[in-house]
């Protein structure tokens, strides 16, 4: 199934993220000393779409006053473009602020058009936009809803009935003829095809016959699509300072977006990224605050990172406002191929493990959050020791391997710290009750240039059936009258 979407972003300068497009802001865009858009508290005190500067300045004397940048509203329509690359590679740059997708490949990824829709308009929504999204069988067809504000068409035959109802004046090419095609009372886009074509062509030009003809599916048309850069950063200014961390959260969820239609088109998962926040410039300058975010399971979506961003923000004092941030991707790797497993994990995949563990590095700080790491020793209060989680994840692949033998051996759940004397009463360690041999004795022998260790381990066991780990030390020498010493080192479960 052949499927387009057309996305118009209307009134570009004004949907770009900023705290002055909030409700409490009469902000106004200008072109050529005349309004070309307006917040809706600044169209509530009067001000209308080219009206002059003086006339906004008499009706509202406190509003801010912005001049249209063509290069900023180019930048904002290539960052929707990068995050959209995550439902489909094939996204084209359309006339006057319009994405076209074909997204026929993409409906049974996402759960179909209705579904895929809820979705676009999600992250349109979270990148700070707001725009008409259509449907059509046809990319020129899904463009001319998208500007008409038509809805959507999934069959050819509605789309035709949809068509038909457009103003005639809508397609760039007859614009120029709008007064002509008024005059001459054709005022639809049904009307405008019946009409002779030869004479069409003769006083409208080729142009328009091609955009009619593409739009009703005559005619095929070539786009060029958005190609994703090889490296990922992506950057925003923010258009006043801001004081507290928690409020970056919605500029830096626009950035993840972008980097998850990027990391989509590449097919690659990030292992790390980076968020700097900056700061003023000029004699007051300072360097960025950097936010450094390993994870121990690579991923290419961003619901999972902007939990992670919003623990970071939340514990994070800002030591100077922020005036931009900026979002890297240093570490990627080939996406993970999905599991083949018919039944799910029980208690979660380990998808799901690490980022319950991620989550905590973010809340409580990565030297509070540890993780057991075996080294290859023998001696059992060097065998291990407590490392960062997300450390112990990234370096496993790099540690020695522990000895076939060590593996196979029984071990206490509980290890002591340091190890408990026993006292000796008739010949056999005392632990609350005499203590018998339930095994025969592991002979641990280590740590020849330091911390020299030779002993006896036996897994033990009291009169309460408590199972304990014990060992005695060799003797050394030949006197007979030394008496060999027994410690406590650990407790089974």
Request: charged share 20%; with cysteine; glycine share 8%.
């Amino acid at each position: 199934m052949r499927l387009w979407i057309g996305l118009c972003l209307p009134r570009l300068p004004l949907d770009v993220f900023s705290p002055h497009w909030s409700a409490e802001a009469a902000s106004v865009v200008l072109e050529h000393e005349r309004v070309l858009a307006a917040s809706p508290l600044a169209q509530a005190g009067g001000v209308r779409e080219g009206m002059r500067r003086g006339g906004v300045l008499m009706l509202l004397p406190e509003a801010r006053l912005h001049e249209r940048e063509p290069a900023r509203e180019a930048a904002a329509l290539q960052a929707v473009a990068m995050a959209l690359l995550q439902y489909t590679p094939q996204v084209a740059l359309a006339e006057e602020a319009t994405l076209l997708m074909d997204v026929g490949a993409s409906l049974r990824l996402f759960g179909g058009v209705r579904a895929l829709c809820r979705r676009i308009r999600a992250s349109v929504r979270a990148l700070g936009f707001s725009a008409r999204l259509s449907c059509a069988p046809t990319a020129r067809g899904a463009w001319l809803l998208a500007r008409g504000g038509a809805g959507h068409a999934l069959g050819m035959a509605s789309l035709k009935r949809r068509l038909d109802r457009l103003p005639a004046a809508l397609p760039l090419p007859a614009r120029p003829f709008a007064a002509w095609l008024e005059g001459i009372g054709c005022l639809s886009l049904g009307q405008l095809r019946r009409l002779p074509r030869p004479g069409l062509q003769r006083r409208c030009g080729g142009a328009l016959l091609g955009v009619l003809d593409a739009a009703y599916g005559m005619t095929a048309e070539l786009f060029d699509w958005i190609a994703a850069p090889t490296t990922f950063q992506a950057r925003l200014e923010l258009f006043d300072r801001v004081e507290q961390a928690d409020a970056l959260l919605a500029g830096a969820h626009s950035l993840l977006l972008q980097m998850t239609g990027w990391l989509c088109a590449h097919q690659l998962a990030v292992g790390r990224i980076v968020l700097l926040l900056e700061h003023e410039r000029g004699r007051v300058a300072r360097p960025p605050t950097v936010l450094d975010i390993i994870l121990a399971e690579p991923t290419w979506r961003d619901d999972h990172l902007v939990r992670l961003l919003r623990e970071r923000l939340g514990s994070l004092t800002l030591e100077a406002h922020v005036i931009g941030l900026v979002l890297e991707a240093p570490e990627v790797q080939a996406m993970a191929v999905p599991s083949e497993s018919l039944f799910p994990e029980p208690g979660g995949s380990e998808q799901d493990q690490w980022r319950m563990l991620e989550l905590l590095v973010a809340r409580l700080g990565p030297e509070n959050v540890l993780q057991a790491a075996p080294r290859a020793d023998y001696r059992p209060e060097l065998a291990n020791r407590w490392v960062p989680v997300q450390q112990e994840r990234r370096t496993a692949q790099q540690q020695p391997q522990l000895p076939p033998d060590v593996l196979s051996l029984p071990r206490p759940a509980w290890l002591l710290a340091k190890p408990v004397a026993l006292l000796m009463r008739d010949h056999r360690p005392f632990y609350g009750s005499p203590l018998r041999m339930a095994s025969t004795p592991e002979r641990i022998e280590a740590g020849w240039w330091s911390q020299s260790q030779t002993r006896d381990y036996f897994i033990a066991q009291g009169q309460d059936h408590a199972h304990y780990w014990v060992y005695r030390e060799r003797i050394a020498g030949t006197d007979g009258d030394s008496a060999p010493r027994w410690f406590l080192h650990g407790l089974f479960g």
